[in-house]
């Protein structure tokens, strides 16, 4: 078998101290193929994104194993291994500071890193998104949500990562932006072979896609599934039954149906 | 919001500032400050307070050239002159045209304001941001030293500082940066609390970069608007402090005009010589107005909490 | 569905004055609705949910209209007081995020007791505001009544929300994206109470949502919004059949569960949908 492109093992993570204890995320385990796309699905508070932040290293209350590309995560990283890994957030009007250009947004990880040739690569990295060179100098506020989120995108691959987190990267678009932002991180995965772990309460995109996806609920995986498991509706447990007949739309016999999990 | 308008063609220079694609970084400052004037030059009573403070900052700079007699030099047979002719608002018991001291003392004011904000804005920035996005014990040693000097009456503790180091406007001043930073230093933690956990500060971390790049560039610009607008709310507040200190003495050394220093001067004959105090005070006011004007104008511009 | 209609707007537009130009944000909507469940969907900028809080006087823009009616009273120019005498009474809104708009110190009790002050008072009052969050179906009425917001799940938050506009049994109830904050299932749970108020009320909704799925499967009518215009009324359920190339692709956007495409297909937008709709 090839070495896999991330090993989660065992992961736990949990906030505060003594009776304020909360276990955001249970013993949870997968494994990532490289240029493979994977899914996390879950409502709110099942964890989803605290793995995905442990998994960025912006979380160091973890316990468990990770490792990226077969090098183990500690409690540092060195700054080689955090470049591997970088993440697109949900929040497009959050993620950007609202007081730096595009152009600063995107040639700031060039300089920390040492690049020289900076300005040829937020050329090309405006080029890469679709954005062209005209929004090189706005700022934040001037962008649609749209926009935004493939600023995220570029600044995400500017330091050629090999993982990507998305965390729920369309979830603030409206669906025909969001159409357009999946579309361009399809190509991109193919384009540049990253590596996927994408997050979202959202069963339609997780289905688009990722080629497998794990059902979260309350920090644990209640049921892993293949891509074509879920569109045939071939799910096991009853709260991903349930949380796939809720995304078919209003259906009052259905909802009363609707158990509590 | 929609993003189509219809606007009427504004002339190029406008059109230049108001670029949906600005192609400079320069361009897309300018633009942005340019968008900001607009906001606040719509609000009359902010610019009411600018043209205050324009015209002590013109006072201030001209003062040779504009004031009729010299503000030092006394004329003891013209002691006491009500306001008229050749003393448009009277003299002092020394002699000395009103007008001309208030003119002079403008400089006064100015130069204790400037090094006021220039000292303690960056102190107060740099102890709260540093606190609140380092945490921990660092932020408990900061913030209880801030508490220290929040505890005290602040003109009781400028009193102590100017008392202790003698008088003179340097450490007027520096009495009064001295016991103005705390506040700021409040302002910029909290700010800080909010802005270190956004995603565009993970962000930065992701790309690797250092804490203090990541207080200097991301957070501190966060800080900086409520950081403006209570400055120059403060302003006024200073200008009191230094009259304060110079009605009891402390600020300035005698000959040179102070405004507080006038006003002490003319109180022993506020009812039969009133103009030798009151001319002072209304400038002292007149001025704080104006700084209070345009700080809450800022708020408008700088700090919209509509997001 | 009864004859006279509970709301009447004709030829509605608001314009904003901004530093760069005046920007007009609705235009020339017109529609009538009884006891119904209504939509207005459309992307953000569209003008849906100015046109849901011009209905209750509350878009900062400029307001002008050809008849905006409220059972046959003009909604135009009313003064503060007279806006008192409807909102939250006679027409209530609910927002998104229960979050901004539940008071954080005052209980959900309080509130509740509040909001129906003019009609109800005491013990006649208490009883009805459990009753009413029994109606959202809140499973211990007594412990939310008494409980603060920040104790409530964003869930029980919103249904919380709901109880409070429904308490002084409101005749409109516009809901601008009620449940676009909410898990999926709560999202449905919440649903089914508007749909019961709907039919045991007598209540008209305006449902004021961006997810077209949704309105086929909820809502009985449903006007499509784009750049503040309505392009298109249509009857909920007949979405799919929609005309116009707007609807059309708005509803091939969104990826499917049971139907994976390989890419999306991406909204091609004519800057025809942005002249005026011919009348």
Not at chain 3, 253 to 276: T, Y
Request: proline content about 6%; overall charge neutral.
């Amino acid at each position: 078998m090839t070495q896999p492109m991330i090993e989660i093992e065992d992961l736990s993570i949990s906030f505060g101290l003594g009776k304020d204890r909360v276990d955001a995320v249970k013993n949870v385990s997968f494994t990532v193929a490289p240029g493979e796309s994977y899914g996390l699905v879950g409502e709110s508070g099942s964890g989803k994104s605290t793995i995905l932040r442990a998994l960025a290293g912006l979380n160091p209350f973890w316990s468990g194993h990770m490792a990226i590309t077969g090098q183990k995560l500690g409690a540092k990283r060195p700054r080689a291994l955090r470049r591997l890994v970088q993440m697109v957030f949900q929040d497009p009007f959050g993620s950007l500071h609202p007081k730096h250009t595009v152009d600063r947004i995107l040639s700031e990880p060039l300089t920390i890193h040492g690049f020289d040739d900076v300005e040829t690569r937020v050329r090309a990295a405006l080029d890469r998104v679709g954005l062209g060179p005209v929004f090189r100098f706005r700022y934040p506020h001037q962008l649609s949500g749209g926009q935004r989120q493939r600023v995220a995108i570029a600044r995400a691959l500017i330091l050629e990562p090999k993982v990507v987190l998305l965390d729920e990267p369309t979830s603030a678009l409206d669906v025909s932006i969001q159409a357009e932002v999946l579309n361009l991180l399809t190509d991109l995965r193919q384009q540049l072979g990253l590596t996927y772990v994408l997050v979202s309460h959202d069963l339609g995109v997780v289905a688009h896609m990722c080629s497998r996806l794990s059902i979260m609920r309350t920090g644990e995986v209640v049921e892993t599934a293949s891509a074509d498991e879920l569109s045939e509706g071939r799910l096991l447990h009853a709260y991903s039954r349930q949380l796939l007949i809720a995304s078919r739309g209003y259906d009052t016999a259905a909802i009363a149906a609707f158990g509590d999990f | 919001m929609t993003d189509w308008a219809i606007a009427v063609t504004p002339p190029r220079w406008r059109r230049w500032l108001l670029a949906e694609t600005p192609h400079s970084r320069l361009q897309a400052r300018l633009s942005r400050t340019y968008l900001s004037w607009v906001t606040f030059a719509r609000n009359p009573l902010a610019m009411l307070g600018l043209i205050i403070v324009g015209i002590l900052v013109f006072l201030a700079l001209f003062a040779p050239w504009i004031a009729p007699h010299n503000p030092i030099a006394g004329d003891l047979g013209n002691r006491l002159q009500p306001p008229g002719e050749s003393h448009w608002l009277g003299t002092d018991q020394q002699g000395r045209d009103i007008w001309s001291r208030i003119i002079f003392g403008s400089r006064t004011t100015l130069l204790i304001i400037f090094m006021v904000a220039i000292t303690a804005a960056p102190v107060g920035i740099a102890i709260g941001a540093t606190a609140g996005y380092l945490g921990g014990k660092t932020e408990a040693i900061l913030m209880r030293l801030t508490d220290a000097f929040l505890a005290f009456p602040k003109l009781v503790l400028a009193l102590a500082f100017a008392a202790a180091l003698g008088p003179g406007i340097e450490n007027a001043v520096l009495a009064i940066a001295l016991t103005s930073w705390p506040p700021y230093a409040r302002i910029a933690r909290a700010e800080t609390l909010t802005v270190r956990s956004t995603d565009f500060v993970a962000a930065a971390r992701l790309s690797g970069a250092s804490d203090l790049r990541i207080l200097i560039g991301h957070i501190m610009p966060m800080c900086m608007p409520s950081l403006i607008v209570r400055v120059s709310l403060d302003m006024a507040g200073v200008i009191l402090i230094a009259a304060g200190l110079g009605f009891l003495g402390l600020g300035v050394a005698p000959p040179q005009p102070e405004w507080g220093a006038m006003v002490s001067e003319g109180r022993t004959q506020i009812l039969e010589q009133w103009w030798v105090c009151t001319y002072p005070g209304v400038a002292i006011f007149v001025v704080s107005l104006g700084f209070n004007l345009i700080g809450d104008g800022l708020r408008d511009v700088l700090d919209p909490r509509e997001g | 569905m009864d004859k006279d209609p509970i709301l009447e707007v004709e030829k509605l537009n608001i314009r904003f004055n901004t530093p760069v130009g005046e920007v007009h944000a609705v235009r020339d909507v017109s529609f009538t609705m009884g006891r119904e469940k209504l939509a207005i969907v459309g992307e953000s900028g569209s003008g849906k949910s100015q046109t849901g809080r011009a209905i209750l006087g509350l878009t900062p823009g400029k307001v002008t209209a050809q008849k905006l009616a409220f059972h046959g009273q003009s909604l135009l120019g009313l003064a503060e007081q007279q806006w008192r005498r409807i909102r939250g009474k006679r027409i209530a809104m609910v927002m998104q995020d229960p979050k901004y708009s539940l008071n954080p110190v005052m209980t959900i009790g309080d509130q509740l007791l509040e909001a129906a002050r003019d009609i109800k008072e005491g013990a006649a009052a208490r009883q009805h505001a459990l009753g009413m969050l029994a109606a959202v179906r809140i499973r211990d009425p007594e412990r939310v009544f008494r409980a603060w917001p920040h104790e409530l799940s964003g869930g029980m938050g919103q249904r919380a929300m709901i109880a409070m506009m429904l308490m002084a049994e409101p005749e409109l109830l516009i809901a601008d994206e009620p449940t676009s904050a909410l898990d999926v299932t709560v999202r449905l749970q919440v649903l089914a109470i508007l749909d019961d108020l709907v039919k045991t009320r007598h209540m008209g909704l305006i449902f004021i949502s961006h997810d077209l799925n949704l309105v086929r499967t909820f809502c009985d009518r449903a006007l499509v919004m784009y750049a503040g215009q309505v392009l298109e009324k249509l009857t909920a359920s007949e979405l799919t059949e929609a005309k116009h190339p707007y609807t059309r692709g708005l509803l091939a956007c969104p990826p499917e569960i049971d139907h994976r495409r390989s890419r999306l297909p991406v909204l091609q937008r004519d800057p025809s949908w942005m002249e005026p709709v011919g009348s």
